[in-house]
């Protein structure tokens, strides 16, 4: 690792012009993943990938670090004992070598520029594998910042690989001096999903209750909304005859309110849990187990994600929705995964809606099926933009985390 980065006089600089800040606090048992995310769009990845790599390796944990001159408010993960977050106020050495001390990781991963390079260096001199992802060619200084582009050209000495965006961008790196073995060109850093399974023979018996008849689904419906999407399925029905709405609300234990104001609409329902089926006649099918949804989205081509509508919402991710091949429908209180949302939208696979009426008016016009599958197509193919080096990641940190050291770039 000695090769990897020394100290010469930028650096020195550098060092001397950072002030001082309190450490972080102790580190948890077992693997540890360290990531550093430089924005938003990372952070969300990040988490997501923690997540995955907890589920095929039971005892790693993941600390993920943010600069906070950066972001502000970052927000935290979800509290799954998976991932803690942390807010790196500054790059003073002092600072950085307790965290480090108490931390401990095992490999590091830091997604995009806005380099520290002390804490990059601290990291090289402790002999932490350590890769750079998802560079693209505006994460690279300007050539005319000569004192800038020297140290960028010093901090990027530490990584034993480094993942560019595109082929311009592993050209800049090679120029700043990153060897041809550890350059290689990948993907964007996307948050992807892991799809919830469904009971194979129970999906192809519901398709076949289906038959022709169209579909949507309304996903983590609040009690506030049931009258909107009620509003919204009867405006529906009158264009749109054998129209199912199969509903799901957020809150199982809503279920009563729902069915009182369904028999009130004068809407034909049955709850799925009872029957198990659909009759051709019934008009809403309600669901209350939340495990259910994989089967939900797997059969409706058409989803309306909510939790969205009310005013101090924050919305569902419809990653899942749209890699089970269902087009969106989503209010506009949607700020926990705004990122996720604005790309399917400007793909043409999600639309927003605001009430009842526009979304009635959005089943008619997306539930034919020419429509719901052009959206479906358009939301898959941005659900598995990102797929592709989040699973080189896992495999990488997976290999690292067993030898020791970073596989090759290239390979």
């Avoid at 991932?83 to 070598?97: S, Y």
């Avoid at 050539?143 to 965006?165: E, S």
């Avoid at 029957?275 to 081509?301: C, F, M, N």
């Avoid at 506009?332 to 793909?347: D, F, G, K, T, V």
């Amino acid at each position: 690792m000695a090769d990897r980065l020394s100290a010469p006089l930028g650096l020195a600089t550098y060092r001397a012009l950072a002030g001082r800040k309190p450490p972080a606090r102790a580190r948890t048992d077992g693997e540890l993943v360290w990531a550093h995310a430089t924005n938003r769009t990372r952070l969300t990845a990040l988490i997501d990938l923690g997540q995955r790599l907890a589920a095929l390796r039971g005892d790693v944990r993941l600390l993920i670090t943010v600069d906070g001159a950066q972001f502000g408010d970052a927000p935290a993960p979800p509290d799954d004992g998976v991932a803690h977050l942390l807010v790196l106020e500054g790059d003073e050495p002092a600072m950085i070598q307790k965290t480090l001390d108490r931390w401990m990781p095992d490999i590091c991963l830091w997604a995009g520029g806005n380099l520290m390079p002390n804490t990059i260096a601290a990291a090289a001199e402790r002999g932490i594998p350590m890769v750079l992802l998802d560079v693209g060619e505006s994460d690279l200084p300007p050539r005319r910042r000569k004192w800038f582009v020297d140290l960028t050209r010093l901090t990027l000495g530490a990584f034993d690989a480094v993942m560019a965006t595109s082929g311009t961008a592993a050209a800049a790196l090679r120029r700043l001096g990153v060897p041809d073995d550890r350059v290689s060109v990948t993907g964007r850093l996307r948050a992807s999903v892991a799809p919830q399974p469904c009971s194979e023979p129970e999906l192809a018996a519901l398709t076949q209750a289906l038959s022709s008849r169209p579909v949507w689904l309304a996903a983590h419906v609040q009690a506030s909304e049931f009258a909107d999407v009620i509003d919204a399925h009867c405006a529906a029905l009158r264009l749109v005859h054998r129209l199912l709405l199969m509903i799901a609300p957020a809150d199982p234990g809503d279920i009563g309110t729902l069915t009182a104001m369904l028999e009130k609409s004068g809407l034909r329902f049955t709850t799925w849990e009872k029957s198990g089926t659909v009759e051709d006649h019934k008009q809403t099918l309600i669901s209350g187990d939340p495990a259910d949804l994989g089967l939900w989205y797997r059969a409706a081509p058409l989803t309306f994600l909510a939790g969205s509508l009310a005013p101090g919402a924050v919305g569902h991710c419809p990653l899942e929705a749209a890699a089970l091949g269902s087009a969106v429908l989503y209010g506009p209180n949607i700020s926990a995964h705004l990122e996720s949302y604005s790309r399917l939208a400007a793909a043409g696979a999600a639309h927003i809606v605001h009430d009842g009426a526009s979304l009635g008016a959005a089943v008619i016009q997306m539930i034919p099926p020419d429509h719901a599958s052009a959206m479906a197509l358009a939301g898959w193919q941005v659900v598995t933009e990102g797929a592709e080096l989040t699973d080189r990641l896992l495999d990488l940190v997976q290999d690292t985390l067993d030898t020791g050291r970073v596989p090759d770039a290239r390979a």
